[in-house]
């Protein structure tokens, strides 16, 4: 079986989005011996900034007049395309930056929506977990509610425009210790954390039966 692991995180080192796909990702290899993962980390290796734009201009040429640019550009898009179409299941790990959807979460989806096989939702159905992580508590009642402007939109593409059947791992507080304005809060994001942990190798053997 075959996970395909996108990371979203410019953070190696305490990066609490890895943290989370790095358990689901164990769970899922301790699963069967062929058990493999397919990455790539759009954080750390950005897709180019004018790769969309050169992708949209290619899918209105004609392949023969398509410059040089436009023809990489489509063929990056097939690429990204081909990772989700090929595995059995998928594994999106993403922090909310700013308030909303990082550049680089947005380039890649931008480009995967230029492929002309993704008008036939080839995705449809197919299993996904998404593990989204915030700094800040923003749930109901809390000073910062309504302020997450990307986790709706992810969840948007990934099921009404892609098809697939995603279920979702939350952490918030990530910032609890490492800003101290935060540390009145140090029990209720040690207990969210250890909620999502639970959480998160419940979705990864949620994924293995549905792949299996």
Do not use: C
Request: charged share 25%; hydrophobic share 45%.
């Amino acid at each position: 079986m075959t996970l395909f692991r996108l990371d979203a995180s410019i953070q190696t080192q305490g990066s609490a989005s890895r943290a989370l796909g790095d358990l689901i990702e164990k769970t899922w290899r301790e699963s069967e011996i062929d058990a493999q993962v397919i990455r790539r980390n759009i954080g750390l290796e950005p897709l180019p900034s004018d790769a969309w734009a050169l992708a949209v201009s290619a899918s209105r040429t004609p392949e023969q007049d398509r410059t040089p640019d436009q023809k990489n550009a489509a063929g990056l898009a097939g690429t990204l395309v081909d990772e989700l179409v090929d595995a059995d299941a998928i594994l999106l790990t993403v922090p909310l930056y700013n308030f909303g959807v990082s550049q680089h979460l947005k380039t890649w989806v931008d480009l995967i929506i230029t492929d002309p096989r993704m008008s036939s939702q080839p995705l449809k159905d197919k299993h996904a977990v998404l593990a989204i992580v915030r700094g800040g508590a923003y749930g109901p009642g809390t000073p910062r509610d309504g302020w997450d402007h990307a986790t709706a939109w992810i969840l948007r593409i990934l099921r009404d425009v892609w098809g697939l059947d995603v279920v979702v791992v939350e952490r918030e507080f990530t910032l609890v210790g490492v800003n101290p304005a935060l540390d009145s809060f140090a029990d209720l994001a040690a207990e969210m954390h250890r909620d999502a942990e639970h959480l998160a190798v419940h979705h990864a053997q949620h994924l293995i039966s549905k792949a299996a």
